[in-house]
């Protein structure tokens, strides 16, 4: 039968330490604001931890917290984890098949390549207005996952690690959240990764990763913002690229509405473009199929061409918005390029090419230079 434990130093309640040597199943530990030290860390089953306090900080375990590889569920509560040590804050081990669940919580760690909060095994965890800080939250390479994080922020940009790192296989669901740092999945990464409404540093995305984009946002400025490799499938809508979009190898691409500033495709990757707009720069290499309708591609002086077409790539389009702004327009080896043009800022365009056949442009008088 569950139990409420009041926990705390008053006349009514347990001391922390002999409500730890009672745990049983499916008790609801309430603490009293304090510090709850736990100098070994804590194997948790099947329990539910609250803070009573107003916020999570005012209830705070010093220690580390590990769920247990038979546990069905942990809830913690309006609470702040705490590791000062090289530990997780909250480990998940690969025996596990359960449910993790946090509200608004505090996540502590060191800083280190340590992650904050690791998880392998079947795990679904559900995040809700909780804050992360000094660490990652991973999922490794053995997780079965479904991670759900909602009104929820991971502050860890780091130049070496990942903030939010997802290997294994599952499905992570981001909305209204903000992750400062890096996104990733990996080579053997098999995940369905939805962000909505949301905010982060970067993202990273490797092996099969299908990701859906909704009216969110990526804030660096840096070349790949976005980097898309591998077997990646990605569906974004309305999203806002401060940087560059990069995408390579066999990825796939569907993108509508969103603005990015430069947009660079290799290998044989393959994009479907509706309603977009590229600010500075793009540039389409090797055997890269592309499709673009009501695309606006301008240029700035930072780059010698506003749009680059090399190789063996194709890009068609369709009521396109051309606008050079003193930069060039590039289609040179096999590459081909056929177009109607909406607008330009233009009226006439000089366009380098080595083979005029390959360029088509209709509604815009071009002409073909050789450099």
């Known amino acids: 039968m569950a139990r409420i434990v009041k926990v705390g130093a008053g006349g009514d309640e347990v001391d922390w330490h002999e409500a730890l040597k009672d745990l049983r199943a499916d008790d609801v530990l309430l603490l009293e604001p304090g510090f709850y030290e736990l100098p070994q860390g804590i194997a948790l089953t099947d329990i539910t931890i609250k803070g009573m306090g107003r916020t999570p900080e005012d209830t705070t375990i010093l220690g580390y917290v590990t769920v247990t590889g038979n546990s069905r569920y942990v809830t913690l509560e309006n609470l702040c984890i705490n590791t000062n040590t090289d530990h997780n804050s909250l ?64 502050d860890y940009p780091s130049d070496e690690y990942c903030a939010l790192a997802l290997e294994g296989k599952g499905t992570a669901i981001i909305n209204n959240s903000r992750v400062y740092g890096s996104t990733n999945t990996f080579t053997k990464s098999n995940v369905e990764l939805d962000i909505n409404n949301s905010q982060m540093d970067y993202i990273v995305l490797h092996g099969q990763t299908w990701m859906n984009l909704l009216n969110s946002r ?154």
């Open 91 to 154: 480990f998940v081990p690969v025996e596990t098949d359960g449910y993790v669940t946090m509200r608004n919580c505090i996540i502590k760690s060191v800083g280190t390549d340590t992650a904050a909060i690791a998880a392998n095994g079947k795990i679904t965890m559900e995040i809700y207005s909780t804050k992360i800080q000094n660490g990652s939250l991973s999922m490794f390479a053995d997780a079965d996952f479904r991670l759900e994080m909602n009104d929820s922020i991971i």
């Open 218 to 371: 990526v804030l660096s400025t840096d070349d790949s913002c976005l980097y898309i490799s591998d077997s990646c499938w990605c569906n974004i809508v309305s999203g806002k690229f401060n940087g560059g979009v990069y995408i390579d190898k066999e990825a796939r691409i569907i993108m509508q509405n969103s603005v990015m500033s430069r947009l660079i495709a290799i290998n044989e990757a393959k994009i479907t473009m509706t309603g977009c707009t590229v600010t500075a720069h793009a540039d389409f290499q090797d055997r890269v199929d592309a499709d673009a309708t009501r695309v606006s591609f301008s240029g700035d002086l930072d780059y010698e061409y506003f749009l680059a077409i090399s190789g063996q790539a194709k890009l068609r389009g369709h009521d396109l918005v051309l606008n050079a702004n003193q930069s060039g327009l590039l289609v040179r080896d096999d590459a081909q390029f056929n177009t109607n043009v909406l607008a330009s800022d233009q009226k006439s365009l000089e366009i380098e090419c080595n083979k005029k056949p390959n360029v088509k442009i209709y509604g815009l008088h071009w002409t073909a230079k050789r450099k």
